[in-house]
C-alpha cells in the first residue's frame, strides 16, 4: 500500500485498518476540483 495515501479524516473517525481509510480523490466531500487535491492538502500547499 505504499503508493495510495492514508485520508486523515477517516483514519480518525474509524477503527478501521489503514486500507478502509485510503484517500477516495474525487469521491471525497473534502475534494478541491480546481487544485485537484484534497482539503487537507490544499490548505498545506503553496499557490
Same mark, same amino acid.
Request: net charge positive; proline share 6%; hydrophobic share 45%.
Given at each position: 500500500?505504499?503508493?495510495? &495515501?492514508?485520508?486523515?479524516?477517516? =483514519? ?6 489503514? *486500507?478502509? /481509510? %485510503?484517500?477516495? &480523490?474525487?469521491?471525497?466531500?473534502? =475534494? ?6 484534497? *482539503?487537507? /492538502? %490544499? ?5
Amino acid at each position: 500500500m505504499p503508493d495510495k &495515501k492514508i485520508c486523515p479524516l477517516l =483514519w480518525a473517525s474509524t477503527i478501521e485498518s489503514p *486500507a478502509a /481509510c %485510503a484517500c477516495l &480523490k474525487e469521491a471525497c466531500a473534502w =475534494w478541491v476540483e480546481d487544485k485537484q487535491k484534497c *482539503a487537507l /492538502c %490544499a490548505l498545506g500547499s503553496k499557490k
